[in-house]
């Protein structure tokens, strides 16, 4: 560093204090320094030096020279700072490559080459020098990550299934030990506590209203993913619900509590709330029979029973009921349970059209009942729910508006019924009527099947003619033509203009083989006036032309 004045250009401090005072005037930038004002630098071409200077408020001039060979030291150590940088960098990056290459390219090679053996060994040793084994291979890797996407969509696709599999085998008592069963239901989807449970069927009112066969399934699997939902919010309650059949569904309650009456008392709980959101939010009404409460596992199937038959009582409660152990204690099971056999059996005697059969049954059913000392209101219930089977006969049948149209004062009329004489006689009145209405159906079916067979029998006899047609044969059975159409339908499914397209096409196939007639003279045969109306049809049933089909099969005959 250098201070010098900028008006005698004496340097007045220096390292050297030899040169103090000394003038500057002999130097090769002397002159071009005194004259620069302020701060900056210049370059001494001479010497090859840079020169920073700064003037202060004194007037004199600081001065920094910086030579070519301190520039020359600066720059190699800033190259030597960033060679060593650069070889830190390599010994990284060989480091960083030597580990990715253990870690994961040397197992992939190892997977790579394994995948080439199994490739060798399924393909017999042979590999393709052309680039056919690594087309094997890639084969191969797809396989593995397409089947591993498949086995889980599978899996995802088989809850459902493993599901229902693993309630029936719940309530059936197939499984007995929870702890065994535990990781099957998990992987199942269900949640159960390891103790205290009790069973729950549920069952949709009113079967016979459905519209159609399909919203019964739809609306109990609404109705399990509703009682689910509700169990989950409750604390201390977990379960699993599930549709059993047609018309009911059935839930396995598990809880944390010991306490049987506690237990009971939720599941009643969880059942009017049940009630009330399927009445509110469905617009129907369901029946719940609530099973026994027990401790172990095992004992599943002994509480799924007794639901069952807690259910089956709602043909004595009555509809949007919830019924227990409770309710039906005073009654003698063994007794109701035979009437409810006897329903079952009147229910098929009345299907098969056994007027006989019915009458017996029905007085059979009537003293049983008495013998249990229902009230008169369970003998109404009983008496409605029958009647409600009967509809769903006439409506499987297509005889349900019939019925239905007659006996809507039924109710009613049960109600002012002053003896289960008089009841009897309204349920059997009803059953007689249904019996007459399916004898007749049945009857008229027999009938329409023995005329469209004989219709069938003239055409295969008579296909020859030029005027066979509907009309035709509506006239010759004294039928109106839209009537013997719609019979030969719903009895062949078939219109019958196809089935006489039918078997000419088969007839002229036989005669093409078999005789040398000519197109047209086949076509008369068969009992064609317009030549192109048999081309067509022929077609039409045999995919190709007359002559195409008489050269291939005759071709064919003569190789073989």
């Known amino acids: 560093m250098t201070t010098f004045s900028s008006a005698s250009g004496r340097i007045l401090s220096h390292k050297d204090p030899g040169l103090i005072w000394q003038s500057m005037t002999g130097r090769s930038y002397s002159q071009e320094l005194l004259a620069r004002q302020g701060q900056g630098f210049l370059v001494d071409k001479e010497s090859r030096s840079l020169i920073f200077y700064d003037t202060s408020y004194t007037g004199w001039k600081l001065v920094y020279i910086v030579s070519q060979r301190q520039i020359s030291t600066l720059t190699l150590t800033v190259r ?30 190892r997977f790579v080459v394994k995948l080439e053996e199994l490739a060798d060994r399924r393909g017999g040793g042979k590999r393709n020098r052309g680039g056919g084994s690594y087309h094997e291979l890639e084969l191969e890797i797809r396989q593995v990550f397409t089947g591993y996407y498949d086995a889980e969509k599978r899996l995802h696709e088989s809850l459902p299934a493993r599901k229902l599999q693993m309630m029936f085998e719940l309530l059936t008592g197939a499984r007995t030990r929870y702890q065994a069963a535990e990781p099957l239901l998990e992987q199942a989807g ?16 009113q079967p016979a ?23 989950s919010s409750m604390e201390g309650m977990k379960g699993a619900a599930v549709q059993m059949n047609g018309y009911q569904a059935v ?15 939720a599941a009643r709980s969880l059942a009017e709330v049940l009630l009330s959101y399927i009445e509110t939010c469905f617009k129907r009404t369901i029946c719940v029979g609530i099973g026994g409460h027990y401790t172990d596992f095992e004992s599943i199937k002994a509480s799924y029973q007794e639901a069952q038959r807690m259910i089956s009582c709602k043909i004595l409660t009555g509809q949007n009921t919830i019924i227990t152990r409770d309710e039906v204690g005073n009654w003698d099971n063994r007794r109701l349970l035979e009437v409810f056999e006897t329903a079952d059996t009147l229910l098929e005697a009345v299907r098969q059209a056994q007027a006989e059969r019915t009458e017996q049954l029905l007085e059979e059913l009537f003293a049983r009942a008495s013998h249990c000392g229902l009230s008169k209101e369970m003998m109404v219930q009983l008496c409605l729910q029958i009647v409600l089977r009967f509809l769903q006969t006439a409506e499987d049948a297509g005889l349900g508006e019939l019925l239905l149209a007659e006996h809507k004062a039924l109710p009613g009329s049960l109600e002012h019924c002053g003896s289960l004489a008089e009841m009897r006689e309204a349920v059997g009145a009803m059953a007689a009527q249904l019996i007459a209405a399916l004898q007749e159906k049945r009857s008229s079916r027999r009938k329409s099947g023995e005329l469209v067979e004989s219709v069938m029998a003239y055409v295969a006899g008579h296909y020859d003619q030029s005027d066979l047609s509907v009309n035709f044969l509506a006239e010759r059975y004294g039928l109106t033509p839209n009537y013997v159409s719609k019979l030969f339908k719903d009895y062949t499914q078939c219109n019958f203009v196809d089935y006489l397209a039918e078997v000419r096409a088969k007839e002229a196939a036989r005669l093409l083989l078999s005789s040398p007639l000519k197109l047209d003279e086949v076509a008369m045969q068969i009992g064609y006036t317009n030549f192109s109306s048999f081309l067509r049809n022929f077609k039409k049933h045999y995919g190709m032309t007359p002559t195409e089909y008489r050269q291939l099969h005759r071709t064919g005959d003569s190789r073989a």
């Not at 030597?98 to 197992?107: C, E, K, Q, T």
């Not at 269900?190 to 009112?205: N, S, W």
Request: proline share 4%.
């Open 80 to 109: 030597y700072i960033l060679a060593g940088l650069a070889c830190a960098m390599v010994l990284v990056a060989v480091a960083a490559t030597l580990f990715i290459n253990r870690r994961w390219f040397a197992p992939m090679e």
């Open 190 to 205: 269900i949640k159960l506590y390891p103790a205290h449970y009790t069973v729950l069927a549920m069952e949709f009112d």
């Open 251 to 265: 839930m396995v309650l598990s809880f944390a509590d010991s306490s049987e009456a506690r237990n009971l008392r």
């Open 209 to 231: 209203g459905w519209t159609k066969p399909g919203d019964m399934n739809l609306f109990l699997y609404a109705l399990c993913n509703v009682a689910e939902e509700i169990v």
